[in-house]
Structure formats: structure tokens, C-alpha cells
T-cell receptor
Framework: DAGITQSPRHKVTETGTPVTLRCHQTENHRYMYWYRQDPGHGLRLIHYSYGVKDTDKGEVSDGYSVSRSKTEDFLLTLESATSSQTSVYFC???????????????FGQGTRLTVV | QKEVEQNSGPLSVPEGAIASLNCTYSDRGSQSFFWYRQYSGKSPELIMFIYSNGDKEDGRFTAQLNKASQYVSLLIRDSQPSDSATYLCAVSPYNTDKLIFGTGTRLQVFP
């Protein structure tokens, strides 16, 4: 199994509080992604990183920020959690291949976040 | 138009039949295509990837890519009840570092 660890695995938080989810990898892969998964929406990209301190927005980035100060860690922060951010969050890693192609993405175990 | 589209299903097939899952994508320059399987409550896991037009076979699975028509499909031969899961198509659009997923197709294989 690819070395990806998400923490925490489960969290319940109150509306308006800040929350930080952590993704840690031991594969030294360049790319890291944060997705959320909700019924009927599949996996939606929140933010991604293509290197240390290099990040960009995905499809559903409003209300989220990220940071990557080391290759192995990618943090997702909900500045002020809302009930609409209740979801399962997945981190994924991948590496670039040749000719503009990408290798497969490996996923962490997921974090179930509930905002009450 | 969504970047990656899949029929949500459920697709129900009898055990031993061929299951055919389809995916269309909007960015004509996309070069990397992936199929993932996700069991309920679990993380997605890679089944196959394909980069070039045509068919790619791996055991009971065949991925088919047609860049001119912008679709990628997954065939599962001799379907088993253990294949019952949600199948996610993922595409890396041209000149981006993103990996975009479809909403997934739920497959049910009944005995």
C-alpha cells in the first residue's frame, strides 16, 4: 500500500470553528490532492499541489485553504466550518510520468468530517 | 458541461455477464485516463490506466479509449458479485496538473 496517512480519521466540529486536516505521504510524490466526496457528486477536487509551496484551486475551493511546506505534508484548512462542508475528505498523491502523462493516484483512508 | 461524465446507474448485470461502463470527457487534449473501483465506505483503488487509443486488457478488465469521440470505457468480463461497487472514471485534462473524477457508476452484480 502507498504510504499515505490522513488525520484525523473522524472529526465532529461546531459551525464557525476552524478545522485542519492533515495528509502525510512517505512516497516522495510530487502531486498531492484534496477531494471531498458527497452522495451524487462523486469526488470533487478542492485544491491540489504540484510541489512545495505550489498549490492551486480545484472545482470547489471556496471556504478552504491549503498549505504545503514540506514534500510529505499537505494540510487542508476550513477557516470557519459550515454544515455544507460535512463530507468525507480524501487525500491523494501521484507522480508525473513522461510526455505530459501522469501515473495513477493513490488515496488515503479518508476523513469523515461532521459540522454541527 | 462537466469535465468528466458518467451515468450514475445502478447498472445491474447477472453473474458471469459482461459489464460495460462508460465515461465521456470534455477536454480533447487529455492524455491520462484512469478507472477506479470504490467499495462502500472505502477509498478508491486503481483498476486500470490507459494513455493511448484502443484497448488495454488486464485479466477480466478491458479499458477502451477513443480520443476522437472523447470517451473511455471499462469492460468487466465474467462479472462476479464481488465486483459490485462504484466505478470512477478519472481524467487529467491537457496542460493541467489536475485529476478530475466523474460522479461514478454503481455496478450491481446479482447471483
Amino acid at each position: 500500500d502507498a504510504g499515505i496517512t490522513q488525520s484525523p480519521r473522524h472529526k465532529v466540529t461546531e459551525t464557525g470553528t476552524p478545522v485542519t486536516l492533515r495528509c502525510h505521504q512517505t512516497e516522495n510524490h510530487r502531486y498531492m490532492y484534496w477531494y471531498r466526496q458527497d452522495p451524487g457528486h462523486g469526488l470533487r477536487l478542492i485544491h491540489y499541489s504540484y510541489g512545495v509551496k505550489d498549490t492551486d484551486k480545484g472545482e470547489v475551493s471556496d471556504g478552504y485553504s491549503v498549505s504545503r511546506s514540506k514534500t510529505e505534508d499537505f494540510l487542508l484548512t476550513l477557516e470557519s466550518a459550515t454544515s455544507s462542508q460535512t463530507s468525507v475528505y480524501f487525500c491523494a498523491i501521484s507522480e508525473s510520468g513522461t510526455g505530459g502523462r501522469y501515473t495513477e493516484a493513490f488515496f488515503g483512508q479518508g476523513t469523515r468530517l461532521t459540522v454541527v | 458541461q462537466k469535465e468528466v461524465e458518467q451515468n450514475s446507474g445502478p447498472l445491474s448485470v447477472p453473474e458471469g455477464a459482461i459489464a460495460s461502463l462508460n465515461c465521456t470527457y470534455s477536454d480533447r487534449g487529455s492524455q491520462s485516463f484512469f478507472w477506479y473501483r470504490q467499495y462502500s465506505g472505502k477509498s478508491p483503488e486503481l483498476i486500470m490506466f490507459i494513455y493511448s487509443n484502443g484497448d488495454k486488457e488486464d485479466g477480466r478488465f478491458t479499458a477502451q479509449l477513443n480520443k476522437a469521440s472523447q470517451y473511455v470505457s471499462l469492460l468487466i468480463r465474467d462479472s462476479q458479485p464481488s465486483d459490485s461497487a462504484t466505478y470512477l472514471c478519472a481524467v487529467s485534462p491537457y496542460n493541467t496538473d489536475k485529476l478530475i473524477f466523474g460522479t461514478g457508476t454503481r455496478l450491481q452484480v446479482f447471483p
